[in-house]
C-alpha cells in the first residue's frame, strides 16, 4: 500500500466546492489521517455496501446504481487486499480514498453512495466494527491463555512452591493454586472485554453529521446487515462517542497490568538463585557477551508493553476530555493510540500464552524453598490452637519462640528436637512433626478456594466448565 504525497494542489475533490485553492502543504500534512486509518478498509467497504443496499431498498437510490457501487466497492476491496491501490494524502482519508477510487471506477453513481451520511457517522462505524473484531480476537486470546494456564495447574495441582507476601516467604502453596490466581486475573479481563462487546454492540451508521437525516432511511436494516443487535439512539452523541474505543483501552491496561504481573514473576522465577522455572530456548535470549546467561526478554518486554498501553489510555482520555458535542477533528486522533495498544496486547498475550506453556517448572526447587523460611510457622500456630487449645494470639508467641530458636540453630522447624520445643510448651508433642511439612500444611487448607490439592482440582474443574 504505497503512500502518494505528490498530488497536485488543488481543491479537495469531495468536499473543495467553495474553495478556490488547495490546503497548505502544512494543512495537509496535519489534517490526513490515511497513513493509519487505512488499516478500516475493509470496515469501511462493509459499512459502504451496507448502506447503498438500504439506500436502494428504501428506493433513495437506484437499484442499478446500487449494484454498481456493490460491485465497484468489491473491485476496491480486491485492490487494496492486493496491494494494488494507491494511496492519496491529499484525498485525507480512508473514507474519501475509497470515494474518489469508485468515482473512477463506476463515474457518476459513486456519488450517490454519501447520500444521507457524512463521515461523522462513517467513521463511528469502521471504528467500532474495527474494535468490535479486536474484542472478539481479545477475548479468544485470552481464553487461550487461560487453557493454557489451566493446563499447567492440573499438571502441579500437587506441587509445593512457596507462597509470597511483600516477596518474603510466607506460607506455602500449590503452583497448581498460583496458576489459578492468574487464571482468576485473566477471566475477569475476558467477562470485561465480553461486556465492553455487548455494551458497543450498536450501529452508528444513519446518524449522519449530527443531527439525523431527513431521507427515509432504516438503521434497523443496516444495524441488522452489519451484525449490530440494534442501531444507536441518539445521533449527537453517536457522532461524539468514542467510549467504545477507551473502553478498549482500559481493559487492555488492566490486561496489560495483569500480564505485567506475570512477566515480573516470570522474570523472578527464572534468575538462578529462584530457579523455579526455566524458559524454553523459544522465549529466550543469550547474551552477546556472558555465554551462561539465558535472558528473559520477551517477560521483560510484556512487563514494558504495559507502560505503552497505559500511555494510550491516558492519551485518548485526554484527547476526548473537554471536547464540545458532536464531532471535532480531535477525534481523528483515536485510531493510532487503539492500533497501538492493540498491537501490545495481541503480542503480551501471545508471548505469555508461549512461555507458559514452554517453561519447564524445577519442582524440587520449588519444594526446597517452600520449606525454608519457617513456612510451616502457622502450621505450627493452628496446631497448638487445635490439639492444645492455646487462643491464637497465644500460640503465635510460643512459634515466634520456636522460629526464634530454630534461626539461632541453624535449622527449620522440623529439625527442632522435641524436647526444645517442649521447653518452649510443655503441651507439645511428637504429634506436631505431622504438620511441619510442607504438603501436610498444603493438604490442610481445604477452606473453599484454598491451596488444599482438592481445593484446586475444584477450581480447576469450574473453569473448565465455564470456557
Ligand atoms: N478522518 C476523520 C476522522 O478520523 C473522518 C471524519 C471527518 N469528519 C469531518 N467532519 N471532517 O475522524
Given at each position: 500500500m504505497a503512500d502518494d504525497t505528490t498530488d497536485t494542489k488543488?481543491?479537495?475533490?469531495?468536499?473543495?466546492?467553495?474553495?478556490?485553492s488547495g490546503p497548505d502543504a502544512i494543512m495537509e500534512e496535519i489534517n490526513a489521517s490515511i497513513g493509519f486509518d487505512k488499516k478500516l478498509f475493509a470496515q469501511d467497504i462493509r459499512g459502504s455496501i451496507a448502506h447503498a443496499t438500504m439506500l436502494a431498498h428504501q428506493g433513495i437510490i437506484s437499484a442499478d446504481d446500487k449494484d454498481k457501487i456493490v460491485h465497484g466497492l468489491n473491485t476496491i476491496l480486491s485492490e487494496i487486499e492486493s496491494g494494488n491501490f494507491k494511496f492519496s494524502r491529499q484525498l485525507e482519508d480512508i473514507h474519501m480514498n475509497v470515494e474518489a477510487r469508485l468515482a473512477t471506477l463506476i463515474?457518476?453513481?459513486?456519488?450517490?453512495?454519501h447520500t444521507a451520511r457524512s463521515r461523522n457517522d462513517q467513521v463511528a462505524l469502521d471504528f467500532r466494527l474495527w474494535v468490535k473484531e479486536e474484542l472478539q480476537k481479545t477475548e479468544q486470546m485470552l481464553t487461550g491463555l487461560i487453557a493454557a494456564f489451566l493446563d499447567r495447574a492440573e499438571e502441579h495441582a500437587e506441587s509445593v512452591m512457596p507462597g509470597f507476601t511483600h516477596l518474603q516467604t510466607a506460607q506455602p502453596v500449590t503452583f497448581g493454586h498460583h496458576c489459578m490466581a492468574y487464571v482468576e486475573m485473566f477471566g475477569r479481563d475476558r467477562a470485561r472485554v465480553r461486556h465492553a462487546i455487548e455494551h458497543l454492540?450498536?450501529?452508528?451508521?444513519?446518524a449522519a453529521a449530527l443531527a439525523?437525516?431527513?431521507?427515509?432511511?432504516d438503521r434497523h436494516m443496516t444495524a441488522k446487515a452489519l451484525g449490530f443487535r440494534e442501531p444507536t439512539r441518539n445521533s449527537i452523541d453517536t457522532v461524539s462517542d468514542r467510549d467504545f474505543a477507551i473502553e478498549f483501552l482500559s481493559i487492555a491496561a488492566i490486561a496489560g497490568m495483569h500480564l505485567s504481573r506475570l512477566a515480573e514473576e516470570i522474570v523472578i522465577w527464572s534468575t538462578p538463585q529462584f530457579g523455579f522455572v526455566r524458559l524454553s530456548d523459544a522465549f529466550s535470549t543469550g547474551s552477546s557477551i556472558m555465554p551462561q546467561k539465558k535472558n528473559p526478554d520477551a517477560a521483560e518486554l510484556v512487563r514494558a508493553k504495559t507502560g505503552r498501553i497505559n500511555g494510550s489510555l491516558v492519551a485518548l482520555l485526554t484527547i476526548m476530555k473537554g471536547l464540545p458535542l458532536a464531532y471535532s477533528k480531535d477525534m481523528q486522533e483515536d485510531k493510532e493510540q487503539v492500533f497501538d495498544a492493540a498491537e501490545s496486547l495481541e503480542l503480551a498475550i501471545a508471548a505469555m500464552t508461549g512461555m507458559v506453556r514452554d517453561m519447564t517448572v524445577n519442582t524440587a526447587r520449588m519444594k526446597a524453598a517452600a520449606g525454608s523460611g519457617y513456612s510451616t510457622a502457622t502450621d505450627l500456630a493452628d496446631w497448638l490452637v487445635r490439639e492444645?487449645?492455646?487462643p491464637f494470639r497465644d500460640a503465635h508467641h510460643v512459634t515466634g519462640r520456636a522460629v526464634a530458636l530454630a534461626e539461632s540453630k541453624g535449622c527449620d522447624l522440623a529439625e527442632l528436637p522435641l524436647s526444645d520445643l517442649q521447653a518452649i510448651h510443655p503441651d507439645i508433642t511428637d504429634k506436631v512433626y505431622d504438620v511441619l511439612t510442607v504438603e501436610a500444611s498444603v493438604a490442610s487448607r481445604k477452606s473453599f478456594g484454598g491451596t488444599a490439592p482438592s481445593e484446586v482440582r475444584r477450581q480447576i474443574a469450574f473453569w473448565r466448565a465455564r470456557n
Open positions: 488543488s481543491s479537495n475533490q469531495m468536499w473543495g466546492g467553495r474553495f478556490a463515474g457518476p453513481a459513486a456519488g450517490r453512495l454492540d450498536e450501529s452508528p451508521i444513519g439525523g437525516t431527513g431521507y427515509p432511511i492444645a487449645g492455646l
